[in-house]
T-cell receptor, first 111, second 115 residues
Framework: AQRVTQPEKLLSVFKGAPVELKCNYS??????LFWYVQYSRQRLQLLLR??SRESIKGFTADLNKGETSFHLKKPFAQEEDSAMYYC?????????????FGTGTRLLVSP | GAGVSQTPSNKVTEKGKYVELRCDPI?????LYWYRQSLGQGPEFLIY????????DSGLPNDRFFAVRPEGSVSTLKIQRTERGDSAVYLC?????????????FGPGTRLTVL
């Protein structure tokens, strides 16, 4: 079965500190991995996906197939990064269409 | 242009009642998705439409849940004989078309409360 695990419900850091939001997945095959973000009073939106290999708002994520992980990282956190972050996957096993989400991690960046 | 819109934003109903939740996708998006998000959980897939047809309804929890998209644009999620466990935020998303490379754009959600 496809599963996404985000072990931390809350991650609290100070401004300027490095951030790593953990995501592990269970999937047989080659999944597509995504990070979605939801800022306060805003809708869920795509932050980045592993196939793009982009850095968005200073965030990066590397797919590690050996460890089945897709951790989200940022070297210097900003207060505006405070939000709810969801890791998600799709793939042939999900019909490519539906996203399977983790339970989310709330990032709180304090001044 | 406008993003995905959902109405109502909030719906309070009594156990056993029937409810309809509406989703207006982004114009031109042929794919439409419904997800349900319970408190403290991530969104959970319910159903996916490609055009007018439900291409995958494997996430619908039981036969009390039904969704339609008769003209390939607006979609309605229908819940019969609501139960307290149906209380959640129902999210709609749309994308340009087929395939995982198409980004899903989410609506603001409808918060359903069943008393």
């Amino acid at each position: 079965a496809q599963r996404v695990t985000q072990p931390e419900k809350l991650l609290s850091v100070f401004k300027g500190a490095p951030v790593e939001l953990k995501c592990n997945y269970s999937y047989s095959g080659s999944p597509e991995l995504f990070w979605y973000v939801q800022y306060s009073r805003q809708r869920l939106q795509l932050l980045l996906r592993h196939i793009s290999r982009e850095s968005i708002k200073g965030f990066t994520a590397d797919l590690n197939k050996g460890e089945t992980s897709f951790h989200l990282k940022k070297p210097f956190a900003q207060e505006e990064d405070s939000a709810m972050y969801y890791c998600a996957l799709s793939g042939r096993g999900t019909g490519f269409q539906k996203l399977v989400f983790g339970t989310g991690t709330r990032l709180l960046v304090s001044p | 242009g406008a993003g995905v819109s959902q109405t109502p934003s909030n719906k309070v109903t009594e156990k056993g009642k029937y409810v309809e939740l509406r989703c207006d996708p982004i114009s031109g998006h042929t794919a439409l998705y419904w997800y349900r998000q319970s408190l403290g959980q991530g969104p959970e897939f319910l159903i996916y439409f490609q055009g007018t047809g439900a291409a995958d309804d494997s996430g619908l929890p039981n036969d009390r849940f039904f969704a339609v998209r008769p003209e390939g644009s607006v979609s309605t999620l229908k819940i019969q004989r609501t139960e307290r466990g149906d209380s959640a935020v129902y999210l709609c998303a749309s994308s340009l078309g087929w395939g995982n490379v198409n980004e899903q754009f989410f609506g603001p959600g409808t918060r359903l409360t069943v008393l």
